[in-house]
């Protein structure tokens, strides 16, 4: 508004989440002109208690005082999804708050990223006990377009579906363990497909994809 003073964003990602540095920007304004960017921030979270914030954006007076009416201002920034995040609930938080004027503060606000697991059981004729070793699967997206690559277990990124007869991409194919299982950590909410690329010696692969909905 006009007659802004002292706007600085406070920004806290939870383990789970990794800041992507480089993606920060913000709609119409110039870096270090405008605005500047700090990382790793001593603060208080929302309860009041000594934290970090991951970064913290302020606005330089001098962009303040050009506002003469009401303006949005968009903040844009990305996260990636790391090996410490929370799998199903209660999710992984980020809060951001507005500290503005003096000493006063807006309302933190609070977005939650989820991410999900599928557990799969490879057995034979109807046995959950006659597990089966070294069964081979790919997991595709919903329109079957790409298929998901994986590091340790975990989702990593989407690659698109070779063509028939073509290997699939490194990390694609996921075996099943001497317990039959394969875990997949790192999903969103979605359809996806389950297909069996190798089966286990003496048996033949499932006749059609698996679908698997993650709500």
Do not use: M
């Not at 039959?180 to 286990?200: F, H, M, N, S, W």
């Amino acid at each position: 508004k006009k007659g802004a003073e002292g706007y600085v964003v406070h920004d806290i990602l939870s383990e789970g989440l990794t800041l992507n540095k480089d993606s920060i920007s913000i709609t119409g304004l110039t870096k270090d002109t405008d605005y500047t960017v700090d990382f790793d921030v001593s603060c208080k979270d929302k309860e009041g208690n000594n934290a970090t914030c991951d970064f913290e954006i302020t606005f330089k007076q001098g962009y303040l005082d050009s506002i003469t009416a009401d303006t949005e201002i968009v903040i844009t920034y990305s996260a990636t999804v790391n090996e410490n995040a929370v799998i199903g609930l209660p999710g992984n938080p980020n809060d951001t708050v507005l500290k503005y004027s003096d000493d006063n503060w807006t309302e933190w606000d609070e977005t939650i990223t989820y991410t999900w697991d599928v557990d799969v059981l490879k057995y034979a004729n109807g046995d959950e006990s006659k597990v089966l070793e070294g069964a081979k699967f790919v997991l595709l997206n919903n329109d079957k377009s790409k298929v998901a690559t994986f590091e340790n277990g975990k989702f990593k990124a989407w690659a698109d579906v070779p063509t028939e007869g073509a290997a699939w991409p490194t990390g694609a194919e996921l075996t099943t363990n001497a317990s039959g299982k394969i875990e997949v950590d790192g999903l969103d909410a979605d359809t996806y497909y389950l297909r069996e690329t190798q089966a286990p010696a003496g048996y033949n692969k499932l006749a059609s994809d698996v679908e698997i909905e993650i709500t």
